[in-house]
């Protein structure tokens, strides 16, 4: 079932076209990420799903309940929306048990019961019912805020970059508790973000937005493995691009004769393979594609080692376990593993 429906949408501030003709379907129970560069449009349209904007034309509709469109608009707090911004969310002179049912009839307010619950479900200890927001951590505040947003069902909850203020560490516990509070909660979700990886870890749907338009819809898998074109493959993650000629379903490249999918783009192509499909092994030897490892950089479980084609031929880059990382200046022999992506060659 499709909870939040979104068609040709388009919004312009003066001279500068936000949304573009955007077309979205969120299925019921799931979590759709917006994914997108810093001005793609993706708070213009989060805020019009909310109700705080209103589009200059197309639709929207929770369920069957048109809420923007030519038969007029909904107010936000008609909608049935759950809103997480970015920080701050909550108020700073209620405590989090009148924090987190603000939002419920006055008769629920500060519930015991329901107070539990809705900590239970954002994993934060039932103690820090009676504390203040400047009592908690930020990761915290953003479980208190996710916990409010959810405590009166909401048709959506919408959350506009709700992590990008917290650091690494707090970053990925506090982003893996939410996405399971909203799968307990059964709720229908969409998050913005401009991070790749929040977007392709958490979401059972990624939309990715370039200049005021959706590029591609899919899952995390389809729009990391096969991209609608290479600026979404080297957006959604690390890409290594190389000029070839496909035939059928093999490509001649640089790195020997590779496999891309039925159907490919024909003769001259531009082709994509991820950093983790080239294998390297370490003898040198002859034959085969050979390559000098050059700079490595370690993460530990795991490394990214730029390697140079021997003799003259293009950078690439690999990505390795980190226990297997090759040292600069070895030689190495490259080949790459799966299926690749190509599409028509920009010459
Ligand atoms: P970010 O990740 O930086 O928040 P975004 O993808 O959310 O960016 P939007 O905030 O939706 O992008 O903005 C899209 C475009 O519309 C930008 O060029 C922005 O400058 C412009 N814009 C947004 N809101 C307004 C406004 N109220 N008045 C004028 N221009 C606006």
Redesign the pocket.
Known sequence: MTALTIRQLTKS??P?Q??AGVDLDVPAESLTAVL????????????MVAGFLSPDSGTIAFGDQQVAGPGGTVPPQRRRVGYVPQEGALFPHLDVAANVTFGLPRAARRARKRVDELLDLVELDRRVATRYPHELSGGQQQRVALARALAPQPSVVLL??PFSSLDAALRLSTARAVAQALRTAHATAVL?T?DQDEALSLADQVAV?RE?RLVQVGTPDTVYSSPTDPAVAEFVGAAVLLPGTVDGQRAECALGTLTVAPGSVQGPAQLVIRPEQIQLSRDGGNGGIVARVGEVAYFGHDATVRLHLEPGGPEVVARVMGARTPDPGARVRLSVDGVVAAYPSTN
């Open positions: 501030f003066g500068v936000a949304l997108g560069p810093s001005g793609c449009g993706k708070t213009t349209l989060l805020r506009d970059e913005v401009h937005m005021g």
